[in-house]
């Protein structure tokens, strides 16, 4: 079965750092395209970052860019979010997510929801003021 395990949140203070990893097991992790979406009480689970089967191409919401870092391991079949210069405005329960339809992804963005068919728990980053 296909699993999807987040791991690396925690509270940090605004202006730190922390890295979560993603390891996913039941699929094979190079033939999809992956993605870090973040989810706050009350709120859509909104897009942040997404990288391409080979890492060759990523992209970002507009307000993580120059901070936050996607990637991946096809070795380890493990996504990564390396995230620095946190602001409270970060804070959410991240999930990781593989793409199960990339061709609906190309006709209405990486960041629509609709597009990943596999989902992980979610982890919880708390960025103190």
């Known amino acids: 079965q296909v699993q999807l395990v987040e791991s690396g949140g925690g509270l940090v203070q605004a202006g730190g750092s922390l890295r979560l990893s993603c390891a996913v097991s039941g699929l094979t992790f190079d033939a999809y395209d992956m993605a870090w979406f973040r989810q706050v009480p009350g709120k859509e689970r909104d897009g942040v970052s997404y990288i391409t089967r080979g890492g060759d191409r990523t992209d970002y919401v507009d307000s993580v860019k120059g901070r936050f870092t996607i990637s991946r391991d096809n070795a380890e079949n493990t996504l990564y979010l390396q995230m620095n210069s946190l602001k409270p405005e970060d804070t959410g329960v991240y999930y990781c997510?593989?793409?199960?339809?990339?061709?609906?992804?190309?006709?209405?963005?990486?960041?629509?929801?609709?597009?990943?068919?596999?989902w992980g728990q979610g982890t919880q980053v708390t960025v103190s003021s």
């Open positions: 997510a593989a793409a199960t339809s990339t061709y609906y992804l190309s006709s209405h963005g990486w960041n629509n929801k609709s597009g990943y068919g596999y």
